[in-house]
């Protein structure tokens, strides 16, 4: 079984900055790709950021160059440096692994205020 375990989220005024991190631990094996994802009251699921095994990443577009991901294979965490942060990405955000299976998160509330 795969752990994932969240945290840095909160709540951060329109301008700021805040850091999540994912750490995943029990029977991993094989992770293909590590990312966040956030949904937002009324809306769907959605990704924000992916990182591959060999680093490449994605992001959405509304994120690219305020965003990044990053992740240190040796403690199986993946990270998500959020900048210039707006309203809209108020969010619980959460952290996927994808392996033989996906795993999820619990979520992290994200709060932007203006």
């Known amino acids: 079984q795969v752990q994932l375990v969240e945290s840095g989220g909160g709540s951060v005024q329109a301008g700021g900055s805040l850091r999540l991190s994912c750490a995943a631990s029990?029977?991993?094996?094989?992770?293909?790709?590590m990312g966040w994802y956030r949904q937002a009251p009324g809306k769907q699921r959605e990704l924000v950021a992916i990182i591959t095994r060999d680093g490449t990443t994605d992001y959405a577009d509304s994120v690219k160059g305020r965003f990044t991901i990053s992740r240190d294979n040796a403690k199986n965490t993946v990270y998500l440096q959020m900048n210039s942060l707006k309203r809209e990405d108020t969010a619980v955000y959460f952290c996927?692994?994808?392996?033989?299976?996906?795993?999820w998160g619990q979520g992290t509330q994200v709060t932007v205020s203006s």
């Open positions: 996927k692994l994808q392996s033989w299976h996906d795993y």
């Open positions: 029990g029977s991993i094996s094989s992770i293909r790709a």
